[in-house]
């Protein structure tokens, strides 16, 4: 982040429609460290191949086919055990040997669920590269509360900038930004998204490491949280 946020000072220093820019967005209350780390995360050209790791560690955790096969045996193979074991006559006297005798009959029964359990839709959402540019613009209209408190055309100007900082051509918002986000919003993957985003996860989760899971801490907030995504993400 270091690298990006000298840049960006540099380029405020020469461009003074984007210095006047920052400062309006200061004044309402936003901190400099917060803008730039989001402005350092929404163009940043490697997040698509960082998330697609991420995406590789979680799709080890996802119920593929081979997966449910396996657990599915070895549920038969358990609930055999049980029948074998709790139907001999030495157990056949204790009170409890019926009902465990019922749970292997169920586990004998739903190993055919989970053979045959389907691989969500959604997983494939998370190895769209579209969805981590959108997800980014989303946060950053979220940071600056567009359009109550910016316009759609102010951020696009602003992300225009933080692109020239960069020495990247920025392609990424040539589209409208407004019309990104808002068919980003109604898409199956934004509604995805701001699920998750009201969604706790535990700390051993998978999918805790995802950077949209992560900034989900702001919704609705402003604060100390943005310093500690930056910590959390740098």
């Known amino acids: 982040m270091e690298a990006f946020a000298s840049q960006f000072e540099k380029m405020l220093m020469k461009e003074r429609e984007a210095a006047d820019l920052v400062k309006k967005i200061?004044?309402?209350?936003?901190?400099?460290?917060?803008?730039?780390?989001?402005?350092?995360?929404?163009?940043?050209?490697?997040?698509?191949?960082?998330?697609?790791?991420?995406?590789?560690?979680?799709?080890?955790?996802?119920?593929?086919?081979?997966?449910?096969?396996?657990?599915?045996?070895?549920?038969?193979?358990?609930?055999?055990?049980?029948?074998?074991?709790?139907?001999?006559?030495?157990?056949?006297v204790l009170s409890k040997s019926q009902k465990l005798i019922e749970i292997a009959r169920l586990l004998r029964t739903e190993a055919v669920t989970v053979k045959s359990f389907p691989r969500p839709r959604t997983a494939k959402?998370?190895?769209?590269?579209?969805?981590?540019?959108?997800?980014?613009?989303?946060?950053?209209?979220?940071?600056?509360?567009?359009?109550?408190?910016?316009?759609?055309?102010?951020?696009?100007?602003?992300?225009?900038?933080?692109?020239?900082?960069?020495?990247?051509?920025p392609k990424a918002v040539d589209r409208g930004l407004e019309k990104e986000v808002r068919l980003f919003e109604r898409s199956l993957a934004g509604k995805l998204f701001y699920v998750v985003l009201r969604t706790e996860r535990p700390r051993g989760s998978p999918t805790s490491a995802l950077p949209y899971l992560l900034f989900r801490r702001i919704v609705g907030q402003k604060g100390d949280k943005y310093l500690l995504m930056a910590r959390m993400m740098d």
């Open 125 to 169: 959402l998370l190895s769209n590269k579209s969805l981590w540019k959108h997800v980014r613009l989303a946060l950053l209209c979220r940071l600056l509360d567009v359009p109550k408190a910016f316009s759609y055309s102010e951020t696009q100007k602003l992300l225009w900038y933080a692109f020239h900082a960069r020495g990247i051509e």
């Open 26 to 92: 200061l004044a309402h209350g936003v901190g400099r460290t917060e803008l730039i780390f989001f402005l350092q995360w929404a163009t940043d050209p490697n997040v698509d191949r960082t998330a697609g790791k991420s995406y590789e560690k979680i799709k080890r955790w996802l119920p593929s086919r081979k997966k449910t096969s396996a657990l599915a045996a070895r549920m038969e193979r358990l609930a055999h055990e049980m029948e074998v074991v709790f139907s001999h006559p030495f157990y056949a």
